[in-house]
């Protein structure tokens, strides 16, 4: 990491992608909050290097939250929090804006509605680090709720994935069901809801079963490993506008490289939420 640590200078709407120099994303070894921003790096087609910190507890008091992600960009500084990073590459690279006002705006707002997915699977769901955050009563409220008319705070995954799939469909009237919000199919949204989505998705049924025993749970987190697979294989069934999305967005080749190597990261993204 730069010394530049506190400075963050001369940024311009007019300087471009092109301009930025190689930027460097720091980030864990973890598919959470670093992925979507290498997805949009990857499919923006950015001179980017991924770095995974070597020595965290020096690093954390340097970086502008005390988190990662963290994106180093030469002659600017660091830029802190995943959603500002996604809006920021957004600013500089047109494929990652999306087409028009319209796209942009469909892009952000994904990207948004993502992100509330994000906080509730970390409030609830299992992770590498920490299991049982909540009561079974809430860990299944939370997966299998789908009404919609619920505040915000209470409401349940699939009610979350039925707004989703409203604004797919509405995408789809204009560019048909082609598994695209915007003509591109890689703008920051796409890029930030690819990688909820992906989170969800496993061959293993998500359980919530608290007298798993602990070498259970090792040894089915070791069958889990791999970053290509995650919780629920069936969470989008019902939702046949976010599986197309979901399924396409996967194929392309730099998601594919991003899934199973990492991109430019030294190594791929292991696995984060676990059932
Ligand atoms: N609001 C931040 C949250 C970032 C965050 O929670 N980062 C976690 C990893 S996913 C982190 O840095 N944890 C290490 C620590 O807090 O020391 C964002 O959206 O980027």
Known sequence: MSSCFSCFSGMTRSQT???????????????AKGPAIALALHHGNLDWEGEFPSAWKDMKPQTPFGELPVLEVPGQGLIGQEAAILHYLALKEPLLAGADDEEMVTSFQILGAAEDIYQKLSKY???IGVVDKCSLEQLSAFWDSADESKHARERGLNAHL????????KAAQRLGNAGKFTKKGISIGECKL?????????PFKYRSDRTLRTEQRASLRTERSDATVMIKPTVLE???????????????EKTQDILQNGGRFPGPFKQYFIA
């Open 17 to 31: 992608s092109k301009d930025l120099g190689k930027v460097k994303l720091h980030y864990f070894n973890v598919f």
């Open 125 to 127: 769901q299992n992770t």
């Open 162 to 169: 039925a707004f989703l799939e409203k604004f797919y469909m």
């Open 194 to 202: 690819f990688t909820v989505l992906h989170c969800l998705v496993a």
């Open 238 to 252: 019902h939702f046949q506008g976010l599986s197309t999305f979901y399924n396409r967005f996967k194929s392309l």
